[in-house]
């Protein structure tokens, strides 16, 4: 659990660190204690994007272009309008992408205008940015080469952002190697399992209103603990048994009274001990037998088996990995045939057979391994008042996993600090989108004042082409408005194909008439 604090307070620090440089001392020369504007105000000159009433080009009509210039109206068959459409829209796509690309040095295009609002809702409150916020990258929290030299101290950030890199790294890489850890088997430990047995003897009362006090009864107490147990979720006492039966004398209680069982089912609730009340005024012997919960499972071996191998109660696992040792160590493997065995005298005495496949070994082991034996505890219950106050004590070897093996898992599992990191995330990135966009502010005002009238007019024709593209205009409006762009010598030719073509769309709406007609 340590490690789990100690790799999410790394990681909140430093997000809180990136986030507290960009929001305070970015700009140099600002008091101390200010911070740096998320917006700027909307500067630029008037007309869209900036605000305004549209700008009109000089000798054109303000409300529609006129339709000379548009492009030939589609066909009216449905598969080339849609065919028009898509062409359309590409062709916006593509203006929108060559005004991002190729705009001059300084330039804000539409997409990057000062009084375009910064988007600052929250992803988890609005559905609608969930697949930009997963788009988001490392790349988008890098300050742009520009800004970091116009502010030294940005330095600091970069520093800060490559730590980050760093941790993230070292952290995943961690992760990675906890999941193959836990792929593989982990070694129990043995520690050592205390067993309390006490008992309470309540006398008959003749003036007892109720039937249990008149009658004289006694309770038994099986109770238990792990002895120095480190880990914070203690484990409950029945969680380390199968079954527990408690035999009672069978000449006191009868042959269908005298036993009290208690198996583990998949629905059972675990507790902290068993409780045995029964009516009586003697002492009674019992015997407590004790399945242990093993966990892989364990099996007894066959006598015969156990002395060859020198094992009493193993997992199957380390049954067979005994005698494939076994093998290797009398040299047994046939050496013609690897994947028999000769069998020695006291393997035919155990399998009975002279030769065998290693493979049948485990179908083999079935009837050679029996449950493990229980833990037999004999205990008086004693009636005696002198008696009442001792407690008999057992300690009991007991195999539990590794408590590492738990923190691993809820180092994987866990997810603190996860959402005020993901929310300092977004801090960030939105802060970075607002300097890019003091940035652009701030280069539109330093081309302006260095040369107002050229920056204007650079301004109106870089917009030129792009209104042209997005309203899908052919050719140059600015050209075409002159006389002299009708006496070059291509346009007596370009008129006569005009004709030519609206000669043969009419001749085609007439036969078209006429086969209608005739039909």
Known sequence: MATEETAGGARKATKSKLFEFLVHGVRPGMPSGARMPHQGAPMGPPGPPYGGSPAVRPGLPSPVMEPSRKRPAPSQQVQQQQQQQQQQQQQQQQAVQNRARKKPVGFPGASEMPARQMDMRDPQSDPTLGSNAKRRKMADKILPQRIRELVPESQ???????FERKLDQTIMRKRVDIQEALKRPMKQQKRKLRLYISNTF???RPDADDSDGSIASWELRVEGKLLDDPGKQKKKFSSFFKSLVIELDKELYGPDNHLVEWHRTPTTQETDGFQVKRPGDVSVRCTLLLMLDYQPPQFKLDLRLARLLGIH?????????????YVKTNKLQDSHDKEYINCDKYFQQIFDCPRLKFSEIPQRLTNLLLPPDPIVINHVI????????KTACYDIDVEVEDPLKSQMSSFLLSTANQQEIASLDNKIHETIESINQLKIQRDFMLSFSRDPKGYIQDWLK??????KLMTDVVGNPEEERRAAFYHEPWSQEAVSRYFYCKIQQRRQELEQALAVRNT
């Open 156 to 162: 600091a950030y970069m520093d800060l952002l490559a």
């Open 313 to 325: 109660t193993q997992t199957r696992s380390c049954i067979i990995q005994a005698l494939w040792q």
């Open 462 to 467: 870089s917009q030129s082409r792009d209104l």
């Open 202 to 204: 309540n006398p008959a």
């Open 382 to 389: 004693s009636v005696d008042p002198n008696d009442q106050k």
